[in-house]
T-cell receptor, first 119, second 113 residues
Framework: AQSVTQLDSHVSVSEGTPVLLRCNYS??????LFWYVQHPNKGLQLLLK??????LVKGINGFEAEFKKSETSFHLTKPSAHMSDAAEYFC?????????????????FGQGTILTVHP | EAQVTQNPRYLITVTGKKLTVTCSQN?????MSWYRQDPGLGLRQIYY???????DKGDVPEGYKVSRKEKRNFPLILESPSPNQTSLYFC????????????FGPGTRLTVL
């Protein structure tokens, strides 16, 4: 069974300092991995995705994540935080399996990390 | 405009009164999914559908039903709602589940009294 653990429920940084949001996963297969962001009272927006191509993935708004299979991690980073980055971030793993000739896919979200950015 | 729509956006109901939350997408996506979002628990998948007539349980399917008779629609049915189903619900769709971005609806806030 697949699972996702976001190691920090809250992260607080000062504007202009680096951001690190940690995500570990477990998967029986070769997963796809995603990071989504949710601003207050808004829907979810894709930041970036890993789909077995380059292990360092660049996303929108200066975010990037590195897939490390040996560590089963997919941490999200940004060199310099901006006030507008304050939001909740979700790490997501997607597995695919076959049963009875049909392909199924299940997505599992982490519990979320709330990022606070101080002036 | 490419979008996922959900209706209603807000609903207050009473225990045991059957309800349906509709979800529709206009992007010809194969994969559709329902999630509930609760504080501290992130989003948990309720049911998903790989394509028309193909559905499967997610992590928290108890108390919910779905159907996928048409590609664009994926309604969520609560036959007998209970207070523990009070939550924020999101519908999402994507071309497929593995490589493609999921597009989320605006959410439905459900309160069961």
């Amino acid at each position: 069974a697949q699972s996702v653990t976001q190691l920090d429920s809250h992260v607080s940084v000062s504007e202009g300092t680096p951001v690190l949001l940690r995500c570990n996963y477990s998967s029986s297969y070769s997963p796809s991995l995603f990071w989504y962001v949710q601003h207050p009272n808004k829907g979810l927006q894709l930041l970036l995705k890993y789909t077995s191509a380059a292990t360092l993935v660049k996303g929108i708004n200066g975010f990037e994540a590195e897939f490390k299979k040996s560590e089963t991690s997919f941490h999200l980073t940004k060199p310099s935080a901006h006030m507008s980055d304050a939001a909740e971030y979700f790490c997501v793993v997607s597995d695919q399996y076959n049963a009875g000739g049909t392909s199924y896919g299940k997505l599992t979200f982490g519990q979320g990390t709330i990022l606070t950015v101080h002036p | 405009e490419a979008q996922v729509t959900q209706n209603p956006r807000y609903l207050i109901t009473v225990t045991g009164k059957k309800l349906t939350v509709t979800c529709s997408q206009n992007m010809n996506h194969e994969y559709m999914s329902w999630y509930r979002q609760d504080p501290g628990l992130g989003l948990r998948q309720i049911y998903y559908s790989m394509n028309v007539e193909v559905t499967d349980k997610g992590d928290v399917p108890e108390g919910y039903k779905v159907s996928r008779k048409e590609k664009r629609n994926f309604p969520l049915i609560l036959e007998s709602p209970s207070p523990n189903q009070t939550s924020l619900y999101f519908c999402a769709s994507s071309l497929s589940h593995t490589y493609n971005e999921q597009f989320f609806g605006p959410g439905t806030r459900l309160t069961v009294l």
